[in-house]
């Protein structure tokens, strides 16, 4: 038989099943973006007093000149006035984090014996009300830092090559992007606060990793359990407890080399004010 097919029928089982794991990763993407799009339309409508709180405000023996802003007129009717007056604001922060990897598992991909550490920037707002008592926010994400520690010698598909001189590691730098994203709060008014994440973007490193087949951008998906713990009105401590952080091409190459790490995080979340 000749190489080529030899070649052929040995990779074929294994690029079937990466096929398939890239595409339910361009599924979760393209549900996640969708869920992004209708961010502007519930945040507009949180904004504004609902017209039961109207009704309550319009029945209060508040005089109208209490409830005019400074500069509004007079003679506007008063409910006009008291909507203008009692805005409610989004409730949104912006959270300084890092994070680092401590092992591998196989989840959407087979590598392993890499590290991987990022540190950056997240927004939260809180725009699609609340689902099973948890406080739903829309969540983008910056990472001007991001380093993969990872051996010198890997296989196609990004594994360690076994080689006389052991050890051998490469530091490779690049930054990421995740521009959709949501995160379930629970207990958002208490000390003690849990979340459930998870984000989805891009990285783009200054060489073709996890191996020399791959591609320099890759996909990313994570996913993060954690509390954060209130200091005081303004500044919550994130504790990122357990997550997964998985990047792959997603066969933009004719190879798709991929990573899955575990991962803990720490964050500083300063919020806007009300």
Not at 28 to 47: D, K, T
Not at 72 to 81: I, N, S, V
Not at 125 to 136: Q, T
Request: aromatic share 10%.
């Amino acid at each position: 038989m000749p190489t080529d097919r030899v070649c052929e029928s040995v990779f074929a089982p294994r690029r079937s099943a990466r096929c398939f794991a890239g595409n339910l990763r361009l599924n979760c993407l393209s549900i996640l973006a969708g869920l992004c799009l209708l961010a502007p339309h519930v945040a507009h409508c949180q904004e504004t007093e609902t017209l039961a709180e109207m009704n309550t405000l319009a029945g209060m023996n508040t005089p109208a000149e209490a409830l005019t802003p400074p500069g509004a007129d007079a003679a506007a009717g008063p409910e006009t006035r008291k909507v203008n007056w009692f805005k409610r604001p989004v409730e949104s922060e912006i959270i300084v984090e890092g994070l680092a990897s401590y092992g591998n598992y196989k989840i959407f991909a087979s590598g392993y014996d890499e590290k991987l550490y990022t540190a950056g920037l997240e927004y939260d707002r809180h725009s699609w009300g609340h689902f099973l008592k948890a406080r739903v926010d829309y969540v983008a994400e910056f990472l001007p830092f991001v380093l993969l520690d990872k051996p010198l010698h890997t296989d196609i598909w990004g594994n360690p090559v076994p080689i006389k001189q052991k050890n051998i590691r490469e530091y490779v730098p690049g930054i990421g992007f995740s521009p959709i994203g949501f995160r379930m709060l629970w207990r958002d008014h208490k000390a003690i606060k849990p979340y459930l994440m998870a984000k989805g973007g891009i990285l783009v490193f200054d060489k073709k990793v996890p191996s020399t087949k791959a591609a320099y951008e890759n996909l990313s998906l994570q996913s993060a359990v954690g509390v954060q713990v209130k200091m005081n009105e303004r500044w919550d401590l994130r504790l990122g407890l357990f997550g997964d952080f998985h990047f792959s091409d997603a066969f933009i190459v004719p190879v798709n080399p991929g990573l899955d790490v575990m991962n803990a995080s720490l964050g500083l979340s300063y919020h806007f004010g009300k």
